[in-house]
């Protein structure tokens, strides 16, 4: 989990701009100053870094099995991604 | 300034190889997304499209030009045969000094690029065939028609993604309008369903992996389409005199720029560009009954483009039709426009508005009347057509009946 939220807020980091610091678990990536362009960029980053497929649809991201909601569920659902 | 009106029409996708079959589909709310039938599907993760299917290119073309014509060049000139002879016109002399085509295309000869770049990386290749720069560029379907029709006149190809054919046939009616041609091909062609014309789209996360549903609580995104639809434009004198059949009227046109994002829309360039079309078209907002959605089946696009019609015609948007025809035929990107029209004409010439199928919940932010799943009837005098593009440039053509 700890591997995973480094690697998710670096990511996250990188995209906004931002010193990896700056990124904490209860934030939005909306707060981060990530717009949707953003997200589909981050999970594509996501997908490369840690070898796996993100279901998520930029369409219905509420309805994603993917929960973009804050930094904090991103981090756990890749973490749920990667046990397979 | 000179009228401009249509005298021939023709298509290729994937609800008919020709207008009337196209149309007929249209009429019966027909769907023609499927399974995606080409190499290496399997390593796709949006493997539906409406694809042209049973397409058999030795079928309508000889081995010499196969060599030169891309996919999307073979449904230009098969929609332009269609159209021209419809159109009943012989181009002389005279004539062809004064014609010309622009057309519409986004990937131009993406089927080409495709297996000659899998040819040279995938297969370790390092020779390709001779004429795989005439056979990919953008402009070789334009320059095809050119030369098949002996048109001598402008000619050229206009490429702003989703809305290529929009663009492409406002500038047809801007050169017959100026007197710089009297007679123009028009329209769009693509062919981007090979693996990485969907294996990009795929990238942007925008592509349904059911079907198309504009306008509907329930959507699921965009699904790519493919085929030509060919138009005539003529100028309105030489059209009565030789005592042509209208189609219709391509009263008037505009195009705007969002100058804002690279791939979400603006309700503002929208707007800018549906009321630039009716002043051009000298339009009232209540002869407009039905309008031709660019609709694509997207969240970014269907809740701004309901938002701008709303906006622009106020109380008439609440009496008017509005349909997205992407959900039969997808979404034909830089052919889409071309594509489009056909529902348009049947509207303005049997009083049959097109369908959004798929349809199943109402949308809230898209509470205009979509004319759901079944065709109507009704008395369509005067439609407009929109296309919004990635790239935030739109264009809008204001279309009578003749």
């Given at each position: 989990?700890?591997?995973?939220?480094?690697?998710?807020?670096?990511?996250?980091?990188?995209?906004?701009m931002?010193?990896?610091?700056?990124?904490?678990?209860?934030?939005?990536?909306?707060?981060?100053?990530?717009?949707?362009?953003?997200?589909?960029?981050?999970?594509?980053?996501?997908?490369?870094?840690?070898?796996?497929?993100?279901?998520?649809?930029?369409?219905?991201?509420?309805?994603?099995?993917?929960?973009?909601?804050?930094?904090?569920?991103?981090?756990?659902?890749?973490?749920?991604?990667?046990?397979? | 300034?000179?009228?401009?009106?249509?005298?021939?029409?023709?298509?290729?996708?994937?609800?008919?190889?020709?207008?009337?079959?196209?149309?007929?589909a249209?009429?019966?709310?027909?769907?023609?997304?499927?399974?995606?039938?080409?190499?290496?599907?399997?390593?796709?993760?949006?493997?539906?499209?409406?694809?042209?299917?049973?397409?058999?290119?030795?079928?309508?073309?000889?081995?010499?030009?196969?060599?030169?014509?891309?996919?999307?060049?073979?449904?230009?000139?098969?929609?332009a045969?269609?159209?021209?002879?419809?159109?009943?016109?012989?181009?002389?002399?005279?004539?062809?000094?004064?014609?010309?085509?622009?057309?519409?295309?986004?990937?131009?000869?993406?089927?080409?690029?495709?297996?000659?770049?899998?040819?040279?990386?995938?297969?370790?290749?390092?020779?390709?065939?001779?004429?795989?720069?005439?056979?990919?560029?953008?402009?070789?379907?334009?320059?095809?028609?050119?030369m098949?029709?002996?048109?001598?006149?402008?000619?050229?190809?206009?490429?702003t993604a989703?809305?290529?054919?929009?663009?492409?046939?406002?500038?047809?009616?801007?050169?017959?309008?100026?007197?710089?041609?009297?007679?123009?091909?028009?329209?769009?062609?693509?062919?981007?369903?090979?693996?990485?014309?969907?294996?990009?789209w795929?990238?942007?996360?925008?592509?349904?992996?059911?079907?198309?549903?504009?306008?509907?609580?329930?959507?699921?995104?965009m699904?790519?389409?493919?085929?030509?639809?060919?138009?005539?434009?003529?100028?309105?004198d030489?059209?009565?005199?030789?005592?042509?059949?209208?189609?219709?009227?391509?009263?008037g046109?505009?195009?705007?720029?969002?100058?804002?994002?690279?791939?979400?829309?603006s309700?503002?360039?929208?707007?800018?560009?549906?009321?630039?079309?009716?002043?051009?078209?000298?339009?009232?907002?209540?002869?407009?009954?039905?309008?031709?959605?660019?609709?694509?089946?997207t969240?970014?696009?269907?809740?701004?483009?309901?938002?701008?019609?709303?906006?622009?015609f106020?109380?008439?948007?609440?009496?008017?039709m509005?349909?997205?025809?992407?959900?039969?035929?997808?979404?034909?990107?830089?052919?889409?426009?071309?594509?489009e029209?056909?529902?348009?004409?049947?509207?303005?010439?049997?009083?049959?508005v097109?369908?959004?199928?798929?349809?199943?919940?109402?949308?809230?932010?898209?509470?205009?009347?979509?004319?759901?799943?079944?065709?109507?009837?009704?008395?369509?005098?005067?439609?407009?057509?929109?296309?919004?593009?990635?790239?935030?440039?739109?264009?809008?053509?204001?279309?009578?009946?003749?």
């Open positions: 989990m700890d591997d995973t939220r480094t690697r998710v807020h670096a990511i996250l980091a990188e995209q906004a931002i010193p990896v610091e700056e990124v904490s678990d209860d934030q939005s990536l909306q707060d981060l100053g990530i717009d949707s362009m953003g997200v589909v960029e981050v999970i594509f980053a996501i997908e490369e870094a840690f070898d796996i497929q993100v279901p998520f649809n930029a369409n219905q991201p509420d309805r994603s099995d993917f929960d973009i909601s804050t930094v904090g569920t991103v981090v756990e659902a890749v973490d749920r991604l990667r046990a397979g | 300034m000179k009228r401009v009106v249509i005298t021939g029409a023709g298509t290729v996708n994937a609800l008919g190889m020709d207008v009337p079959t196209t149309q007929e249209m009429r019966a709310g027909r769907c023609a997304i499927g399974e995606l039938d080409i190499r290496d599907a399997d390593r796709l993760a949006i493997r539906i499209g409406a694809q042209v299917r049973g397409y058999d290119e030795a079928a309508h073309f000889n081995r010499q030009q196969i060599v030169l014509f891309d996919r999307y060049t073979q449904f230009a000139l098969l929609a045969a269609e159209a021209v002879a419809q159109s009943g016109l012989t181009f002389g002399d005279d004539l062809a000094a004064r014609s010309g085509v622009v057309l519409g295309t986004s990937g131009g000869g993406l089927n080409t690029q495709d297996e000659n770049y899998r040819a040279v990386y995938q297969e370790g290749k390092n020779r390709v065939h001779p004429f795989v720069v005439p056979r990919l560029m953008n402009n070789a379907a334009a320059a095809h028609l050119s098949e029709w002996n048109l001598r006149g402008p000619s050229f190809t206009v490429a989703c809305a290529s054919s929009n663009h492409a046939i406002g500038q047809a009616m801007a050169l017959i309008r100026a007197g710089q041609a009297d007679v123009m091909l028009t329209g769009g062609s693509e062919a981007m369903l090979c693996f990485g014309g969907v294996k990009a795929e990238g942007l996360r925008v592509m349904s992996r059911d079907t198309c549903r504009p306008f509907c609580a329930t959507r699921s995104g699904v790519q389409g493919e085929g030509a639809g060919i138009f005539v434009l003529e100028e309105y030489h059209a009565r005199k030789r005592g042509a059949d209208m189609l219709a009227e391509v009263a046109c505009a195009m705007t720029s969002d100058a804002s994002d690279i791939v979400m829309p309700r503002q360039g929208a707007e800018r560009a549906m009321e630039g079309a009716l002043r051009d078209a000298g339009m009232a907002r209540d002869e407009v009954a039905y309008i031709n959605a660019h609709g694509t089946g969240a970014a696009n269907d809740k701004t483009e309901c938002a701008a019609v709303a906006h622009v106020g109380p008439q948007a609440d009496r008017l509005i349909s997205s025809t992407k959900s039969m035929h997808g979404h034909c990107i830089g052919g889409t426009g071309a594509i029209l056909l529902a348009c004409l049947m509207a303005l010439r049997e009083g049959v097109a369908p959004t199928v798929n349809w199943q919940e109402r949308d809230p932010d898209c509470a205009l009347d979509i004319v759901p799943n079944e065709a109507r009837r009704a008395r369509i005098s005067a439609c407009l057509s929109n296309a919004f593009a990635f790239g935030g440039m739109n264009a809008v053509l204001a279309l009578r009946a003749v």
